[in-house]
């Protein structure tokens, strides 16, 4: 829990608090860095939708159907698929980069919450440049537990098919247990 200031009084407040014990005023709550990123990526995938679509040349208007004379049949033939430049593939490849990585960081938050849901106080963090490593820190973490959550299909596979590429097991003090995915 932190503190904050209130935008009206200046007091300091908890983050948690959804209005000031001093003034009463509503406190804003700050915008995730979530929500910033798909906020950021959906942003970025409009403006390169936009950039694609005024670079490719519109289709030749249409005669009015009046205007139209019978043709034969003309085989269609596939155009050359349009290529793309190396910035052009470095953006898209940056593109997917970010929508990984915030996929991520929802399955963590969405993993401690259900953890919380049923009562475990499971802290999950992401680590890394991709975030690919996943620890799951609980203080009755044990090799028991660590055995059984290293051997769940369901969750491997699961975090596997998210790009998780480490799941690290903790219980917040001296032990710890590394799984490869």
């Keep these: 829990m932190a503190l904050t200031t209130c935008h009206e009084c200046n007091a300091k407040v908890s983050d948690d608090a959804k209005t000031c014990p001093s003034c009463g005023a509503k406190q804003k709550k700050p915008t995730s860095r979530i929500t910033l990123a798909l906020a950021g990526i959906f942003a970025i995938a409009v403006a390169n939708t936009v950039v694609t679509r005024s670079s490719t040349p519109s289709a030749p208007t249409q005669p009015a159907i009046a205007e139209t004379k019978p043709q034969a049949a003309i085989p269609v033939v596939d155009a050359e698929p349009e290529k793309l430049t190396k910035e052009d593939i470095k953006k898209k490849n940056e593109i997917n980069r970010n929508i990984d990585i ?3 960081e929802m399955h963590a938050q969405r993993t401690e919450k259900n953890y919380l849901d049923s009562g475990m106080d499971v802290h999950v963090t992401l680590h890394g440049k991709d975030k690919t490593s996943i620890k799951l820190t609980y203080v009755l973490m044990s090799r028991p537990l ?3 959550l290293s051997n769940d299909n369901s969750l491997i596979s699961g975090m596997k098919n998210l790009g ?3 799941m690290i097991l903790s219980d917040g003090y001296k032990s710890l247990w ?4």
Excluded at 178 to 181: R, S
């Design 178 to 181: 590394e799984i490869d995915l």
């Design 146 to 148: 660590a055995h059984q």
């Design 102 to 104: 915030a996929k991520r």
């Design 164 to 166: 998780f590429k480490k």
